[in-house]
């Protein structure tokens, strides 16, 4: 089995994001990190190495088989500098982004939902203290 990852940070809506990418045999998942000024090198692996645990990834979608195959030194420059001058999100972090921001949502709505009750319940409760003491005449 194969695992790969790569970081990609990118500059959006004024932030400075960075997009962490994950394929593990064919599940691919990513991450959205959000910096504030830019970040240098050192500051990226050292917030990679002390949140790595918190990270919240994106629910796994299916990822396309990957090749391994030795790739051509002057190749691999090529392909690397192509990936550097690419400044999009590909279109599956794109997915497994909106993915996870629907996941979210979802569960923000329950939250809110429970803490809607709990309040109601509170409520109807003081207002039966409230008659119950306007009953004992205090």
């Known amino acids: 089995?194969?695992?790969k990852s790569s970081m990609t940070i990118l500059f959006e809506n004024?932030?400075?994001?960075g997009l962490y990418e994950r394929i593990d045999g064919n599940?691919?998942?990513?991450?959205?990190?959000?910096f504030g000024a830019e970040p240098k090198d050192y500051e990226v692996y050292d917030f990679l190495l002390e949140n790595w645990h918190k990270l919240k990834f994106s629910p796994h979608i299916?990822?396309?088989?990957?090749e391994e195959r030795k790739i051509n030194p002057k190749r691999m420059?090529?392909?690397?500098?192509?990936?550097?001058?690419n400044k999009g999100v590909g279109t599956k972090a794109q997915?497994?982004?909106?993915l996870q921001h629907e996941q979210n949502k979802i569960e923000g709505k329950a939250k809110r939902r429970e803490q809607?009750?709990?309040?109601?319940?509170?409520?109807?409760?003081?207002?039966?203290?409230k008659k119950k003491a306007?009953?004992?005449?205090?």
């Open 1 to 3: 089995m194969t695992i």
């Open 14 to 17: 004024a932030f400075w994001i």
């Open 27 to 34: 599940k691919y998942e990513v991450s959205k990190i959000i």
């Open 62 to 66: 299916q990822a396309d088989k990957i």
């Open 77 to 85: 420059k090529r392909i690397i500098n192509k990936q550097l001058e």
């Open 95 to 98: 997915q497994a982004l909106k």
């Open 116 to 129: 809607k009750e709990a309040e109601k319940e509170r409520k109807f409760a003081l207002r039966q203290e």
């Open 134 to 138: 306007k009953h004992k005449g205090r």
